[in-house]
């Protein structure tokens, strides 16, 4: 499974497995979005920080990148609502515009990027997004996050991307720098520009996950520290500390508990959770990054009209935001359904809604009464609901949807240009 290939998944119970990928319980987060009641939001590594951060009202934010090419739809709304949640409890927003990563594994000239990432980000903000509180940026023009991509591809080598992402002796070199630069927008918000280490987390697709394995790894290697919890004690690891430094840390400590120092690491007799917070500032005062593993949540892949995965690079697999109100209307009526190859059959059988690309439009975005979509569920699955109305219906809530999105577009599109004006380089400078 790799970001820029992978298939519709089948088996997300085994893929969570073979993954090391967490159950997501909606009941511990605050205020959850639907997305997350209703398990579409299914999984998660280390979420617990940022319910943590929410319910204290500490810092954390939310990550995620846009790759420009094509359409923004509705398989991308579903990160967009995530971000716009995380804003509204409390969180700092990044928004990325891969436009490197496009050159690179897509041959997406920045030119093109730059007009293509706009239409995703002015959706976005038509959603909801308030840009004056968040980070919206292109990769090729924000030399922070370049900067900190090299310094991140300084504790990577080649043996382990080839491992991750299938990288073979005909991979340029532009398309696995797309992993650090990735990395860099992951680890981005923690930075001193932005007020230092905290909490973040990247809502996600599955086909995103060695992105977010490796990221994770990165952050611990690029610490001057490592914490670790054993029974009663605590273990401190250099891991590119001074000798100096290391002692100072001691120091610090002593007042916490019994201390041991070792060549290259420090045992502390302490149950005190203070700690791995006393190491991080300790190593931030030292110019260190402090970094906390970057958490993640993962949200099942949409089903395409057609079947498979929906994929902006499969135009009839999907709608787009942008998409004329009635011609998307015209897609969902030639949309595959779930259902029984005869009238007959279907009032006898039943459809099946889980295999139905026209119900995950219903159950993902267009019903948010949890009532309602629980009867238009079961009123399908006895065969009481016929395709054919079912697709009338979805096709008015798309139309209806659309027009009112696109009306707010223009809106957005003005809040947008004021944001790029006073933050980004002017088109002109693409190539």
């Known amino acids: 499974m790799d970001p820029w290939t992978s298939d519709k998944i089948d088996d997300y119970g085994k893929l969570k497995k073979e993954f090391g990928i967490q159950d997501l319980n909606p009941e511990t987060i605050p205020n959850p979005h639907h997305l997350i009641k209703r398990q579409i939001v299914f999984g998660h590594r280390d979420l617990n920080y940022i319910t943590q951060a929410i319910k204290q009202n500490k810092p954390f934010a939310a990550m995620s990148g846009f790759v420009p090419t094509g359409q923004p739809h509705f398989g991308h709304k579903m990160v967009m609502d995530q971000l716009i949640w995380y804003q509204q409890q409390g969180g700092q927003i990044f928004a990325a515009i891969a436009d490197m990563e496009a050159r690179a594994a897509r041959d997406l000239p920045l030119k093109q990027s730059y007009k293509s990432g706009k239409n995703y980000l002015t ?5 909801g997004l308030d840009p004056e509180k968040a980070y919206i940026y292109y990769q090729s023009q924000d030399y922070g996050v370049r900067n900190l991509a090299f310094e991140a591809s300084n504790k990577m080598n080649y043996s382990e991307l080839k491992s991750i992402y299938g990288f073979n002796n005909q991979t340029t070199l532009a398309h696995m720098y797309a992993a650090p630069i990735q ?3 992951i680890l981005y918000p923690q930075t001193q520009k932005f007020g ?3 909490p973040v987390v990247v809502p996600a697709g599955t086909d995103q996950d060695p992105h977010l394995r490796l990221v994770r790894d990165v952050s611990k290697r690029m610490r001057l520290f490592s914490t670790e919890k054993t029974n009663n004690h605590y273990k401190i690891r250099s891991r590119h500390a001074t000798q100096k430094q290391i002692n100072q840390l001691k120091q610090k400590l002593n007042k916490y508990g019994e201390t041991k120092t070792y060549e290259e690491h420090i045992e ?3 149950n005190n959770p203070e700690i791995p917070e006393i190491t991080r500032q300790h190593e931030i005062q030292n110019n260190g990054y402090g970094f906390y593993p970057p958490s993640s949540t993962y949200h099942r892949f949409m089903t395409g009209l ?3 995965k929906m994929s902006s690079s499969v135009e009839d697999s999907y709608i787009a935001l942008t998409d004329n109100p009635q011609e998307a209307a015209d897609k969902v009526m030639k949309a595959k359904t ?3 190859e005869t009238l007959k059959q279907q009032k006898k059988q ?3 809604p889980e295999k139905c690309a026209i119900y995950e439009l219903l159950y993902f975005h267009l019903i948010k009464n949890d009532k309602q979509i629980e009867e238009t569920y079961k009123n399908c699955q006895q065969g009481e609901r016929l395709c054919g109305k079912c697709k009338k219906e979805t096709a008015q809530h798309i139309k209806q949807f659309l027009k009112t999105h696109q009306e707010k577009r223009k809106q957005a599109k003005e809040k947008l240009e004021k944001h790029l004006k006073q933050n980004h380089k002017p ?5």
């Open 123 to 127: 959706s976005l903000i038509a959603l």
């Open 183 to 185: 990395s860099a927008d």
């Open 196 to 198: 230092g280490p905290k």
């Open 268 to 270: 502390i007799k302490t």
């Open 306 to 308: 057609k079947g498979g």
């Open 338 to 340: 779930g259902g029984r």
């Open 350 to 352: 039943g459809g099946e």
């Open 427 to 431: 088109q002109e400078e693409y190539k």
